[in-house]
């Protein structure tokens, strides 16, 4: 009879422990709460339980040991490593001691373990409730509010003054599953993930990758790069602190994901979690650049087996992006088989489809898709995985509440959402005094096939080195919004008279609000604009 594995988790981030642990040879037994999510089908057997429900778990495991065996259990990419831990332990499987979970998944708990063992941690505090006025904390600002039992940057927060704090933790609060929220002192400098997998008290590093963060005041992963450009030098220190961590927590046997600071003081823990990472890394880039499945390792260990045959066999770069969007409801997705296409693109992940509602991004599940590349270099590597992510256009719905709010929302420096396209005060002087013509929206008759539509040419910002969030050009911007609209959308020299033929009816001229629109919202807010302006079956 086949040896049996029980993994947590049937979506996208545990495809390849169930993918991998099938080509082992064994029956795989996967448990969620969902049954619609996307990697159920992959399952020898799917059973309907809640992560959280240990019991429930257990009762399952207790079971199937009575009915042809259960060599041990594990997820990746999840943040119920407890779970797996207090299942093992009621079972008699191979893994950590539960204690040892929870000082990995509760953040408090993490902190007090690297504060005894002396480690490079940040100074924190603990609440359980929004402070009130006269708190004040015991390291100043800036500081970083988090839940100390979610993962995801769900709840996760930069605040720089008093006045932010308030708001901060109420809205980590609504995160936690146990209503307490941690107070860390922040830690400036650049951001690593590591994974490694851990046998008999032997750390193996298994992926070292440059973090790209984004959009504060939250902390969003627009990506990352695989291998690290850190040299040696500094890699080597952080190394050994995550190792240290790893010990602190008390992770024995099993898998450890790090996130580390690399700061002016040296390197720093961000957190240390008991599994494989998410975001794309254990399951995706570290094996597309090293050749090597760190995952098969990790259910070895689960089985309690050494993991071996985890030997790098080539040198690659593999990068993740993402692409986001603006507040709205999804109208339609078009450029992803382009995307596809791009060459040494290997990956394309979508998490909307028409009819979606999406924000912008406060965490990293709010996103709407990834593209990973892999290649020889470096440079390849990243340019493929970004022009995968520009050649992605969702064009959103209109007129709509919140597309309308956001486009006309405040577009400071530290406003939140940021504008598209930051642009230097002399543009911005120039956009305040570009024309804006008079118009009315334009009336389909039977006779109007497709409207005209001229927009008066904002050259400077055209010509600009002003680039998008995703790295679009203003020109490649333009070029997005006649794809979606299939408008020639013709551009006319502002200090021109606009030639009588074209103020016709069913022609449309469009100025400043069409500019503002697109530096606001980038090509999504400038297609909204026209989607306002002219009717959608009109094209």
Not at 128 to 157: H, I, Q, T, W
Request: charged letters at 20%.
């Amino acid at each position: 009879m086949q040896e049996r594995l029980m993994i947590l988790g049937a979506g996208v981030m545990q495809g390849p422990a169930i993918r991998i642990a099938k080509a082992l040879g064994l029956e795989t037994v996967v448990v969620d709460a969902d049954p619609h999510a996307p990697c159920v089908s992959l399952a020898d057997r799917f059973e309907r339980i809640d992560l959280k429900d240990k019991e429930g778990i257990a009762a399952l495991g207790t079971s199937l040991k009575a009915q042809g065996g259960l060599g041990g259990i594990m997820t990746a990419g999840t943040d119920f490593s407890a779970t797996v831990a207090w299942v093992a332990a009621q079972l008699g499987l191979p893994g950590i001691p539960y204690e040892a979970a929870l000082n990995a998944s509760d953040k408090e708990r993490m902190r007090r373990c690297f504060q005894a063992a002396g480690l490079p941690s940040p100074a924190f505090v603990v609440v359980e409730a929004v402070p009130d006025s006269g708190f004040s904390p015991p390291f100043g600002y800036p500081l970083v509010v988090k839940p100390v039992d979610n993962m995801g940057a769900r709840g996760c927060c930069r605040v720089d003054c008093a006045e932010m704090l308030s708001a901060a933790v109420a809205d980590a609060l609504r995160f936690s599953r146990t209503n307490r929220v941690i107070l860390e002192a922040y830690m400036e400098g650049p951001e690593f993930s590591v994974d490694a997998l851990v046998y008999q008290g032997e750390i193996r590093i298994y992926g070292l990758a440059d973090r790209h963060i984004s959009f504060p005041p939250y902390f969003i992963e627009m990506g990352h790069t695989m291998p690290t450009t850190l040299n040696a030098a500094a890699t080597e220190p952080l190394l050994a602190v995550f190792r240290a961590g790893i010990r602190a927590l008390g992770i024995t046997n099993g898998a450890a994901k790090g996130d580390m600071k690399l700061t002016s003081q040296g390197p720093m823990i961000g957190e240390i979690a008991a599994r494989l990472s998410g975001g794309y890394m254990s399951g995706w880039t570290y094996p597309y650049s090293s050749g090597v499945e760190v995952t098969q390792g990790a259910i070895l260990i689960a089985l309690g087996r050494p993991p071996k045959g985890l030997e790098p066999i080539r040198q690659w770069t593999s990068a993740e992006r993402a692409f986001i969007s603006i507040p709205g409801k999804v109208r339609s997705i078009q450029g992803i088989e382009e995307a596809k296409s791009v060459e040494y693109v290997r990956d394309l992940f979508l998490r909307i489809e028409p009819g979606t509602r999406v924000r912008f991004p406060e965490n990293n599940v709010s996103k709407c898709g990834n593209s990973i590349s892999a290649a020889p270099t470096r440079e390849v590597a990243v340019n493929a995985a970004e022009q995968a992510v520009r050649l992605v256009l969702i064009r959103l719905e209109a007129p709509d509440t919140e597309t309308e709010q956001f486009l006309v929302s405040g577009t400071g420096d530290h406003a939140f959402p940021p504008a598209a396209f930051t642009i230097p005060e002399s543009l911005k002087s120039l956009l305040a005094a570009f024309p804006e013509p008079e118009y009315e929206p334009v009336k389909v008759t039977a006779s109007l096939e497709k409207p005209q539509v001229v927009l008066l040419r904002f050259q400077l910002l055209i010509e600009s080195d002003v680039q998008d969030y995703t790295g679009r050009t203003v020109q490649e911007s333009l070029e997005a919004v006649r794809a979606i609209t299939g408008l020639p959308l013709p551009l006319w020299e502002t200090g021109a008279d606009v030639p009588a033929k074209i103020r016709e009816p069913g022609t449309l001229v469009l100025g400043r609000r069409f500019w503002a629109a697109l530096i606001r919202g980038g090509y999504q807010g400038a297609v909204y604009m026209v989607d306002t302006l002219v009717p959608f079956h009109s094209f």
